[in-house]
């Protein structure tokens, strides 16, 4: 099991990982004003692996917003569109130690398999847990597809995995029942969000991952594909979200609640602080 980075290099280095589909929020304006401020080294990591909704307008509004907050970063800044490379690599050593397999299922044929309705179908981090419809060796080259980790045999690969997140250690449980054989690599990308992030902050050197409480429940998956991989496994600080007076979290769609709005209104930094609790 790889060590606890932060704990070996004695500085802790963390990130903010905005993706360039729309403008930053006070959601993300308190993200990074935490990740910047719970370590020593600060980075940005722009991703973009979805580019049909990726905008070079939103990637230049984050880095202006970003700046205006107050907030500096090392440069250069990693762009996902730009390491497709290091996610196949990965994605080639598992597929050898035959822990992927080619999945042709859609959504429809996944809710259909479980024979549940969406609404009773058992859920996972990333919806309905995939019942293993196409799980199956992998055989000859590793295909460009939608890839599957089959999670069982990772699990025995890995043995028994623990990790910290907020200072608490947690044991990695039955993540083949609770998670089923998560996504690896989708179609239209070549990788995942659950692939790229292990692998670009192994990459980045971060020591300790600050992020929403709502991604918590996909830190073990991430902590398996580290073992895996060989990678450094970093410590976790899961934060609180921003909600609106409903209580619903804030979403990109949300413009209402836009840094760049509340700029134009003539809110100052400090403002922005006080209201997201800061």
């Not at 995939?130 to 599957?148: I, S, W």
């Not at 699990?155 to 089923?180: N, P």
């Not at 100052?268 to 997201?276: E, F, G, K, Q, T």
Request: with cysteine.
């Amino acid at each position: 099991m790889p060590g606890l980075c932060a704990a070996q290099t004695g500085m802790i280095t963390t990130r903010f990982a905005p993706s360039p589909t729309g403008p930053l929020h006070l959601g993300h304006a308190f993200a990074a004003f935490v990740a910047a401020e719970a370590g020593e080294r600060f980075l940005l990591r722009i991703e973009d692996i979805d580019q049909s909704r990726a905008r070079t307008e939103y990637e230049a509004q984050i880095y202006d917003d970003l700046e205006w907050l107050g907030l500096r970063w090392e440069r250069p800044v990693m762009r996902q569109s730009s390491r497709l490379a290091a996610y196949r690599a990965a994605l080639a050593q598992l597929w050898a130690r035959g822990l992927l397999y080619e999945c042709r299922c859609n959504r429809r044929d996944i809710a259909e398999a479980v024979n549940a309705p969406q609404e009773g179908a058992p859920l996972g981090p990333d919806g309905i847990i995939y019942p293993g419809t196409c799980r199956a060796a992998p055989l000859g080259t590793m295909p460009e597809a939608v890839l599957r980790l089959n999670m069982a045999a990772a699990l025995r690969h890995c043995g028994a995995l623990r990790y910290v997140d907020t200072g608490v250690e947690h044991a990695v449980g039955d993540l083949a029942a609770s998670c089923g054989d998560v996504v690896l690599a989708r179609r239209d990308m070549g990788t995942s969000y659950h692939l790229a992030v292990v692998v670009d902050d192994a990459a980045q050197g971060v020591t300790l991952v600050t992020r929403g409480a709502d991604l918590a429940e996909a830190t073990p998956i991430h902590v398996v594909l580290q073992s895996l991989l060989g990678l450094p496994q970093p410590e976790y600080l899961h934060h609180r979200l921003i909600r609106d007076a409903a209580g619903k979290r804030l979403a990109k769609r949300d413009d209402a609640r836009a840094i760049s709005k509340y700029r134009a209104e003539g809110a100052s930094p400090a403002d922005i602080r006080a209201m997201v609790g800061l």
